[in-house]
């Protein structure tokens, strides 16, 4: 089962002030700080309450369909002649990805705080309409900011949100991209501080959001680990995940963050190589600055212009990272690796034609990697790669990326 953090663990972070090392914090306006601390007080009150946790974990199973399996990728692991390679299906769930196990923990925290109106950022609309979905369920009014480039590269999923009852507001500022659309977000929720609960789609952001995104994804590590010792009798050799802000990742990872012997591995976005400046390789090829409330790996300009940062798959392009992962990279607890648009619309392929699962680009990265190291492994070794979701959504870039017309 899931074990206790111990003294010198990986999992006892963050500390009073927000920080995992020198990494996090809250590096936010004076206006914000009285509802960033009303935030933590409420959040220290449920995480521990077993009412909250009942309620969530009704939810997750009746509503989003957890527990999510672990699937033996029979077809992969033979294509491959290497170790076994496992999926977390988190490609299962309702809305298809794990950011419904994060929106159900924060819209069961606004009805604790008593906030009636829920405010969203999204970049691909992923997360727009996981919060879309969580508000509709609850009867509560939802406002997703989404930068104006993505609005319109992102159609299907502006529709879904406003079929879903949100409202859609495009932010013209900057690049009109994520950051931006946080930015917005942000600026909302101090001139609305009385009934309004930003609801944020990444383990970032200032303390404590960056730690009550990873509690809420944690179910998935939690899992992942009791189904592997169930099947297998023991703990896998390695772990892999995409990292965008880190929420997928950062929730496989941190229930193993203690079990020396699990090697883990994040894979961020090399879009088209780390030499130039279309990648999303943060932790690779960036450097620690604030973004967005926190100190972390960005991709900066020697100005410190944040800089927009490029990947074939949308979940992936965010120039900063949850800040937990930076301080795991810099421990050297984890590893962070870059792969490349190609290599992920190829695993994208791969997985399709031997596993008849269509995954999400962004998860294709992750099996990329392992596509990469498993056939150098023994036949009994064990992988476990997070499926954070499926692919429906990325039919149309996949068809473009091939020259094809749907
Ligand atoms: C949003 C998204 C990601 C990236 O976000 P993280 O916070 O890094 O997990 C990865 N995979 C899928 C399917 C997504 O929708």
């Not at 999992?11 to 206006?31: H, K, L």
């Not at 999510?68 to 809305?95: I, M, P, Q």
């Not at 009014?141 to 993505?150: I, Q």
């Not at 159609?155 to 659309?181: C, I, Q, W, Y």
Request: hydrophobic share 40%; proline share 5%; aromatic share 6%.
């Amino acid at each position: 089962m899931d074990q206790p953090a111990t003294p010198n663990s990986f999992r006892t972070g963050p500390d009073e002030q927000g920080m995992f090392g020198i990494f996090g914090g809250r590096f936010v306006a004076e206006t914000l700080m009285p509802l960033i601390l009303d935030l933590e007080r409420h959040w220290n009150e449920v995480k521990n309450d077993p009412d909250f946790r009942a309620e969530l974990t009704d939810l997750s199973t009746h509503y989003a369909g957890r527990p999510s399996k672990l699937y033996f990728a029979e077809g992969l692991t033979k294509h491959l002649g290497g170790a076994k390679v496992y999926f977390k299906r988190e490609d299962l769930n309702h809305t298809g990805s794990h950011k419904i196990n994060n929106c159900l923990g924060q819209i069961l925290l606004a009805k604790r705080m008593g906030k009636k109106r829920i405010i969203a950022e999204t970049g691909a609309g992923q997360h727009g309409v996981a919060s879309a979905t969580v508000a509709a369920r609850f009867g509560y009014p939802c406002v997703v900011y989404m930068g104006a480039t993505d609005v319109a590269r992102q159609s299907p999923n502006v529709f879904r949100m406003k079929l879903l009852g949100a409202e859609v507001r495009p932010v013209t500022a900057g690049h009109g991209t994520l950051k931006d659309a946080m930015n917005e977000a942000l600026r909302d929720w101090v001139t609305n501080v009385d009934d309004t609960y930003y609801l944020i789609g990444t383990a970032a952001g200032p303390h404590p959001y960056p730690e009550l995104v990873r509690d809420f994804q944690s179910v998935i590590g939690t899992e992942a680990r009791a189904q592997i010792l169930e099947r297998e009798g023991r703990l896998p050799d390695t772990i892999i995940a995409a990292v965008g802000g880190g929420s997928n990742a950062i929730g496989l990872f941190h229930p193993f963050l203690d079990d020396k012997d699990v090697r883990i591995i994040g894979i961020e976005a090399g879009g088209r190589g780390l030499d130039g400046i279309e990648h999303c390789a943060s932790m690779n090829a960036g450097s620690p600055g604030v973004l967005h409330g926190n100190r972390t790996y960005l991709l900066q300009n020697a100005d410190g212009q944040i800089m927009d940062g490029h990947s074939i798959s949308a979940g992936l392009d965010y120039p900063g990272v949850g800040p937990e992962h930076s301080w795991l990279r810099d421990t050297g607890r984890v590893e962070y690796v870059p792969i490349l648009d190609d290599e992920a619309l190829e695993a994208f392929k791969l997985t399709t034609r031997v596993e008849g699962i269509i995954p999400a680009l962004e998860s294709a990265h992750a099996i990329a990697h392992a596509v990469q190291i498993v056939p150098a492994m023994d036949k009994d070794q064990i992988v476990i790669v997070n499926l954070s979701g499926r692919g429906d959504k990325d039919v149309h870039t996949v068809a473009s990326m091939l020259g094809m017309e749907i």
